[in-house]
């Protein structure tokens, strides 16, 4: 007896998949015809099914998937389209194997009287929870092509931001792998070799040779040991940075540090506002707007501030107070809310507000590659006028002494 795989569709039409043994393929089919059900595929349990392998989600879906799902999304449900149609149309644009299948599940849900965000919901982790609120205020209030094209740009701002950091992080990252390739290589090749040769001399080191021979000697011995103690480090930090107290620590000390503060700050400002903007032009009460916007924040000490607030609004008090007190929030950001406030366009200010936090990561990220920059190369050009320093002060001793040899012996003649 042999294990099958099988997929199967019963008298309505609702595909039925299972496990079975039996003798062999016939035999199953026979067994499945005598359940009452349509065959649609029988297979081995343990025959590698590359459609299955390329619809393995890893990493997730991509971003850019997403935005062009919801733009295409929302210019069919304007055209009139049903959602059922647009979402049809939209499995067979999908070219993401992954997000295809996710999208003919939504499609299967809705057609059968589910919403378009609870469909999402029950398929899986596609959109967060900020997301998925703002489709079912636009279903609930008939401008779901709105909240669509809205959300799109959301998505696109916010992986804009991402992308921002990660360019300005690029250069230096690979200076610093440089750096920590010519080290290594010069410490386990070349050094041993210049070592060699000074001990056939056998004459006095400079404390700078004799440093960086003893530094050569410890990471030859002792490389694995290196390895390890950078294991452990690395391991052991990431599970402290896992628990509560990790994260916190870490996201205070990154507010902390020169210029990576200033540019998260402005980061955590720019999605704070944007964001608070949207859902509340999309109809969401402040307080569960509030709720979904610290959600969203990746940054501990502002979910912090932002959870606060809402408790003090809950209460009747103004946004702006909470915000006017936190060590985190500039001057502008609490004027502006406060203003907002006062007039009833508080979704208006925010997004002003937003344009302009916007602009300052920009140049907050040109400037932090501009600082970084000439910093790694200086410290590149230190780390190996240093190794320089050590292999050829001997050299120029031993030719000092060669000369001094000469000079005695011309005389002696």
Same mark, same amino acid.
């Given at each position: 007896?042999?294990?099958?795989?099988?997929?199967?569709?019963?008298?309505?039409?609702?595909?039925?998949?299972?496990?079975?043994?039996?003798?062999?393929?016939?035999?199953?089919?026979?067994?499945?015809?005598?359940?009452?059900?349509?065959?649609?595929?029988?297979?081995?349990?343990?025959?590698?099914?590359?459609?299955?392998?390329?619809?393995?989600?890893?990493?997730?879906?991509?971003?850019?998937?997403?935005?062009?799902?919801?733009?295409?999304?929302?210019?069919?449900?304007?055209?009139?389209?049903?959602?059922?149609?647009?979402?049809?149309?939209?499995?067979?644009?999908?070219?993401?194997?992954?997000?295809?299948?996710?999208?003919?599940?939504?499609?299967?849900?809705?057609?059968?009287?589910?919403?378009?965000?609870?469909?999402?919901?029950?398929?899986?982790?596609?959109?967060?929870?900020?997301?998925?609120?703002?489709?079912?205020?636009?279903?609930?209030?008939?401008?779901?092509?709105?909240?669509?094209?809205?959300?799109?740009?959301?998505?696109?701002?916010?992986?804009? /931001?991402? +992308?921002?950091?990660?360019? =300005?992080?690029? #250069?230096?990252?690979? $200076? @610093?792998?440089? *750096?920590?390739? %010519? &080290?290594?290589?010069?410490?386990?090749?070349?050094?041993?070799?210049?070592?060699?040769?000074?001990?056939?001399?056998?004459?006095?080191?400079?404390?700078?040779?004799?440093? /960086?021979? +003893?530094?050569?000697?410890? =990471?030859?011995? #002792?490389?694995?040991? $290196? @390895?390890?103690? *950078?294991?452990? %480090? &690395?391991?052991?930090?990431?599970?402290?940075?896992?628990?509560?107290?990790?994260?916190?620590?870490?996201?205070?000390?990154?507010?902390?540090?020169?210029?990576?503060?200033?540019?998260?700050?402005?980061?955590?400002? =720019?999605?704070?506002?944007?964001?608070?903007? @949207?859902?509340?032009?999309?109809?969401?009460?402040?307080?569960?707007?509030?709720?979904?916007?610290?959600?969203?924040?990746?940054?501990?000490?502002?979910?912090?501030?932002?959870?606060?607030?809402?408790?003090?609004?809950?209460?009747?008090?103004?946004?702006?107070?909470?915000?006017?007190?936190?060590?985190?929030?500039?001057?502008?950001?609490?004027?502006?809310?406060?203003?907002?406030?006062?007039?009833?366009?508080?979704?208006?200010?925010?997004?002003?507000?937003?344009?302009?936090?916007?602009?300052?990561?920009?140049?907050?990220?040109?400037?932090?590659?501009?600082?970084?920059?000439?910093?790694?190369?200086?410290?590149?050009?230190?780390?190996?006028?240093?190794?320089?320093?050590?292999?050829?002060?001997?050299?120029?001793?031993?030719?000092?002494?060669?000369?001094?040899?000469?000079?005695?012996?011309?005389?002696?003649?």
């Amino acid at each position: 007896m042999k294990k099958f795989k099988y997929s199967a569709r019963d008298s309505q039409g609702k595909e039925v998949t299972g496990k079975i043994e039996a003798k062999d393929k016939d035999a199953l089919a026979e067994i499945l015809h005598d359940r009452g059900l349509i065959v649609v595929s029988i297979k081995d349990e343990f025959t590698l099914d590359w459609q299955e392998l390329a619809e393995i989600n890893i990493g997730g879906i991509p971003m850019k998937d997403k935005v062009v799902f919801m733009r295409q999304m929302a210019t069919m449900v304007s055209s009139g389209l049903p959602l059922t149609r647009a979402l049809e149309i939209m499995e067979q644009q999908v070219e993401n194997p992954a997000f295809r299948k996710i999208v003919a599940e939504v499609k299967a849900s809705v057609e059968s009287g589910e919403s378009l965000s609870d469909s999402f919901r029950q398929a899986g982790e596609v959109f967060d929870d900020v997301s998925l609120n703002l489709i079912e205020a636009g279903e609930s209030s008939g401008n779901l092509d709105t909240i669509l094209t809205k959300l799109a740009t959301e998505l696109e701002e916010s992986k804009k /931001l991402a +992308d921002k950091l990660r360019g =300005a992080l690029i #250069y230096p990252i690979i $200076i @610093l792998v440089v *750096i920590i390739a %010519v &080290v290594a290589m010069l410490m386990f090749v070349l050094v041993p070799s210049m070592a060699e040769i000074y001990a056939d001399f056998g004459a006095e080191l400079p404390w700078v040779t004799t440093f /960086l021979i +003893d530094m050569s000697n410890f =990471a030859v011995a #002792y490389w694995w040991a $290196i @390895l390890l103690t *950078i294991a452990v %480090v &690395v391991i052991g930090g990431k599970a402290y940075l896992d628990t509560e107290g990790g994260k916190r620590n870490k996201d205070k000390i990154m507010l902390k540090m020169p210029i990576v503060g200033t540019i998260v700050t402005k980061m955590q400002l =720019a999605q704070f506002t944007r964001l608070l903007a @949207l859902l509340l032009g999309s109809g969401l009460s402040i307080i569960r707007a509030l709720e979904l916007t610290a959600q969203s924040l990746s940054n501990q000490m502002f979910r912090d501030v932002i959870l606060a607030s809402r408790d003090d609004v809950e209460k009747g008090g103004s946004l702006a107070i909470p915000i006017a007190r936190s060590e985190y929030f500039p001057l502008i950001v609490s004027s502006m809310i406060a203003v907002g406030e006062e007039t009833g366009e508080l979704d208006t200010v925010l997004n002003k507000v937003a344009e302009y936090y916007k602009e300052e990561v920009d140049v907050a990220t040109s400037s932090m590659s501009t600082i970084l920059e000439p910093v790694f190369l200086i410290v590149m050009g230190v780390v190996i006028a240093f190794i320089a320093l050590a292999v050829y002060m001997p050299m120029f001793q031993l030719s000092e002494v060669m000369s001094m040899v000469v000079d005695i012996a011309s005389v002696l003649v």
